[in-house]
């Protein structure tokens, strides 16, 4: 079994800096593209950034004021978020894509973590 835990959400002024964590655990052999997407109530979620082993991607949205990166010896993505703006409020989500000890290579997704930024 693998999965997938998130921290580090919360309430947050304008402005202001988060940092999300999600650590995977399991019976990982190997882990490609982790990423965070979020969503509010009555929208798609959507993607916010990538990181595979050499590059990352982020939404128009939030480049320039949001980071990602990884600790592969840790199994764990960040998304470090500063310059928050009202606009940022969802829960976010972290999704990767493992291979596990069958070889079996899936999605797996975290149980979500609530930001909300206040104006």
């Known amino acids: 079994q693998v999965q997938l835990v998130e921290s580090g959400g919360g309430l947050v002024q304008a402005g202001g800096s988060l940092r999300l964590s999600c650590a995977a655990s399991g019976s990982i052999v190997k882990i490609n593209d982790m990423g965070w997407y979020r969503q509010t109530p009555g929208k798609q979620r959507e993607l916010v950034a990538v990181?595979?082993?050499?590059?990352?991607n982020y939404a128009d949205s939030v480049k320039g004021r949001f980071t990602i990166s990884r600790d592969n010896a840790k199994n764990t993505v960040y998304l470090q978020m500063n310059s928050l703006k009202p606009e940022d409020t969802a829960d976010y989500y972290c999704?990767?894509?493992?291979?596990?000890?069958?070889?079996?290579?899936?999605?797996?997704w975290g149980q979500g973590t609530q930001v909300t930024v206040s104006s």
């Open positions: 999704n990767a894509e493992i291979v596990d000890f069958t070889w079996r290579r899936s999605d797996y």
């Open positions: 990181i595979s082993a050499r590059t990352t």
